[in-house]
């Protein structure tokens, strides 16, 4: 069963990346088809934006559900609060009969020479006045209460139709980077399928990488995947066994080094179309095939998490993904499950 593996959620301000998105030229007009590296950084550019911009609609789609849950609390408290405020009521009118039928309209002088027992009625009569200004006193209390409760929910109100617009406009400034984004792949695909069928490497396209907050010795290939063909399975467009773990991703998918090392290959052509190799400390390497570009050059010094590449669909490739193998040789025929490597030096996939 394939496996999911996505990036934490964060709640960024895009400000800045979505200013620097609209600032720079996108359409195809501004990469002719003569400029290699032109849509490798159009996609890594619009690749980010588009995670930037998933990121921030999932923030403020949380924050809006948060808002609607709030009004229905607060609805919630209102109605209890005018149920609340039906029962005050209702014992302000029972009081006030109350009073009617012991003293019949009469004064409180009258009643008290006319009464048998005097001293019953002044009792009775302190305790319904007690009453009355007790259960007056809640009554105000429950006003003021439920003005407070409409002016919160109007505020609640407010933020839901405010949140709710910038998710619509999320929502199309995402709908249209992933048409950019769509059109970018194409045109690199397009580019990398040229430079392997030429027999013709592209030098190393050095992109402008964000600065990565890699803390880890090592990490996984890529940030966002699902898990295609593993390390050992059979099938048609292999000799004997798949040699590596297959990463579905889409074409331009930033691919990064497993760990710290230096690249001792860089080719293109053959069944792994355009590669990297990266040889680590304790005699191992790790092979990154079908990809787009290549962003490092033979005798490069990596680290964890550096971008070396674009995911591709190149060479003996039946759709985009990330061909990655550990050897304990530069050289095909030495490969090891890539799995359990990785999980032993702590990244589960």
């Not at 019949?104 to 008290?112: A, F, K, M, S, Y």
């Not at 050095?206 to 399975?233: C, H, I, M």
């Not at 040789?329 to 499950?337: K, N, P, R, V």
């Amino acid at each position: 069963m394939p496996s999911y593996r996505r990036p934490r959620l964060f709640v960024p301000v895009l400000l800045c990346a979505l200013a620097v998105l609209a600032a720079r030229p996108t359409d195809a007009t501004d990469h002719p088809s003569g400029s290699g590296a032109r849509p490798s950084a159009e996609v890594a550019r619009l690749y980010e934006a588009a995670a930037a911009t998933a990121r921030e609609y999932e923030a403020v789609r949380h924050a809006a559900e948060e808002e609607r849950a709030k009004a229905r609390r607060i609805e919630a408290l209102l109605d209890r609060r005018r149920r609340e405020a039906a029962v005050l009521h209702e014992d302000l009118g029972r009081i006030a009969r109350e009073q009617y039928r012991s003293g019949g309209g009469l004064p409180l002088t009258v009643q008290v020479m006319l009464a048998e027992n005097p001293e019953k009625l002044m009792r009775g009569h302190r305790a319904v006045s007690r009453a009355d200004l007790s259960v007056g006193q809640a009554v105000e209390r429950s006003r003021r209460a439920e003005e407070r409760l409409v002016a919160d929910e109007a505020r609640a109100a407010a933020a839901r139709q405010r949140l709710e617009r910038r998710e619509a406009e999320l929502a199309g400034l995402r709908q249209s980077i992933e048409r950019r984004l769509r059109a970018a792949r194409a045109r690199l695909q397009g580019g990398a399928d040229g430079s392997v069928t030429a027999g013709a490497c592209p030098g190393a396209v050095r992109l402008d990488q964000p600065k990565a907050e890699v803390t880890r010795a090592w990490v996984a290939p890529v940030e966002t995947y699902r898990l295609s063909a593993p390390f050992g399975s059979g099938g048609k467009r292999w000799a004997d066994r798949h040699t590596g773990q297959d990463f579905a991703v889409p074409v331009g998918t930033p691919v990064r080094a497993v760990g710290a090392g230096r690249v001792v290959r860089v080719a293109c052509g053959g069944p792994f179309g355009v590669q990297a190799v990266v040889q680590h400390a304790g005699g191992y390497y790790t092979q990154y095939a079908h990809l787009a570009t290549v962003a490092v050059g033979q005798g490069d010094r990596v680290v964890p998490g550096q971008w070396i590449g674009q995911s591709g669909s190149t060479g003996n490739s039946s759709g985009p993904h990330l061909h990655f193998e550990v050897r304990v040789t530069a050289s095909m025929g030495s490969a090891l499950d890539p799995v359990p490597w990785l999980a032993r030096r702590g990244v589960t996939l």
